[in-house]
Structure formats: structure tokens, C-alpha cells
T-cell receptor
Framework: GAVVSQHPSWVICKSGTSVKIECRSL??????MFWYRQFPKQSLMLMAT?????????EQGVEKDKFLINHASLTLSTLTVTSAHPEDSSFYIC???????????FGPGTRLTVT | DAKTTQPTSMDCAEGRAANLPCNHS???????VYWYRQIHSQGPQYIIH???NNETNEMASLIITEDRKSSTLILPHATLRDTAVYYC?????????????FGTGTRLTIIP
């Protein structure tokens, strides 16, 4: 099956610092990956679409300068939360698109807590 | 993508079949019905998808009505590990339509 990993699985950081989250497709190449955010007791909200070798496409209301996305290889996308604040505390989930089937495979998520 | 409507929550006894309904009355002819589930504090897991025929795999069965305006996900013998939020999503599965829009889903609780 298609496996997607995320690192770290959880992170605690201080307000004002930046945090990088990695998303890797382990057994397939993904030219497109997606980043979602999920607040407690809410559904997943798509933040941005990450395209290998080009700029990410952000959903309306998501600050591209705050949530930096880099998709430098066919198996790795990173999300950097810059100058994190407590309201950025959330569960961040990535998915990778398998081109042959147009199916998305999800990572296990990263829980970010900003103190 | 077409909007879906699901019950907020459901309970099911362990060992029984869990039947989760989904309404998608505005579905287009080329839109598939997908089901994902999310166990607490994990990423979503793909379950099954279909276009118009009923589908079955090792996890579940998907029954789509003839007019395609609704569907039912069936977990034939629910276990405690099936407790999760189940999302029904309809979308066109081709280039340029890869986004998934998650609704609120159904919170399924399996009761011992």
C-alpha cells in the first residue's frame, strides 16, 4: 500500500518561533501533496496544495507568508509555521497524491502546540 | 464538488453491521462517492469508493442507490477499532480535481 509519513508526530514550541513539519511519501512519487489543518472537534480544512518544483497554491484565508511550503523533491514536502502563535496550535495533516489513481494517501498528522 | 449530508453521530453494537448513510442529491454523473474514516488523532484512512455500482472490499461495502442521490457504507461486523469519524465525499477523480473537501462526517461509536 501507499505509505505517507510525517515528522515530527508532535511538537511544542514557544510563541514567536518557527516550526517545520515534513511529509514524505515512502513508496511512491508524489508531484502533488496537500496540507490540512484540523482544530479540536472540527473537520479537516485544506490549507494549500504543494506542487513539486513550483509554488504552492493556498486556499482562501491562509497566509502564504506564515505557512511556508516547499516541495523540493517527488517524495518530500515541508510546511514551516513561521512566528507561531498559540492560535496556530492545531493538528496538521498532509496527504500525497498518487498520480496513477488520483488517490490521496494521508500521513498520521503532526500535533503542534504553541505556548 | 457536490455537497453531502451525514448524520452527526451513530452508535452500533460490537459484532453488528454498521450502516452509515450519506445523502448527495446534487451529485453529477461523473462524480464518485468516496468514504474515508479518521480514528482519533490520526490521519484519514481511505475505505472505499464507487461510481454507480455497489462495491465491496476487505473493509466495507458501499451501496449506491440507483438514482445515485444517496449511499450507505456498511461495516459488516463492527469492532471497537471501527470507532471513528466517517466522511462521505463526492468528487470527480481526474486531473485537476484532486482536492478533497471534508464535511463534518458521522461520529460512529461501537459499543461493547
Amino acid at each position: 500500500g501507499a505509505v505517507v509519513s510525517q515528522h515530527p508526530s508532535w511538537v511544542i514550541c514557544k510563541s514567536g518561533t518557527s516550526v517545520k513539519i515534513e511529509c514524505r511519501s515512502l513508496d511512491f512519487q508524489a508531484t502533488t501533496m496537500f496540507w490540512y489543518r484540523q482544530f479540536p472537534k472540527q473537520s479537516l480544512m485544506l490549507m494549500a496544495t504543494s506542487n513539486e518544483g513550483s509554488k504552492a497554491t493556498y486556499e482562501q484565508g491562509v497566509e502564504k507568508d506564515k505557512f511556508l511550503i516547499n516541495h523540493a523533491s517527488l517524495t518530500l514536502s515541508t510546511l514551516t509555521v513561521t512566528s507561531a502563535h498559540p492560535e496556530d496550535s492545531s493538528f496538521y495533516i498532509c496527504s500525497a497524491l498518487r498520480t496513477e489513481s488520483y488517490e490521496q494517501y494521508f500521513g498520521p498528522g503532526t500535533r503542534l502546540t504553541v505556548t | 464538488d457536490a455537497k453531502t449530508t451525514q448524520p452527526t453521530s451513530m452508535d452500533c453494537a460490537e459484532g453488528r453491521a454498521a450502516n452509515l448513510p450519506c445523502n448527495h442529491s446534487t451529485i453529477s454523473g461523473n462524480e464518485y462517492v468516496y468514504w474515508y474514516r479518521q480514528i482519533h488523532s490520526q490521519g484519514p484512512q481511505y475505505i472505499i469508493h464507487g461510481l454507480k455500482n455497489n462495491e465491496t472490499n476487505e473493509m466495507a461495502s458501499l451501496i449506491i442507490t440507483e438514482d445515485r442521490k444517496s449511499s450507505t457504507l456498511i461495516l459488516p461486523h463492527a469492532t471497537l477499532r471501527d470507532t471513528a469519524v466517517y466522511y462521505c465525499i463526492v468528487r470527480v477523480a481526474n486531473f485537476g480535481n484532486e482536492k478533497l473537501t471534508f464535511g463534518t462526517g458521522t461520529r460512529l461509536t461501537i459499543i461493547p
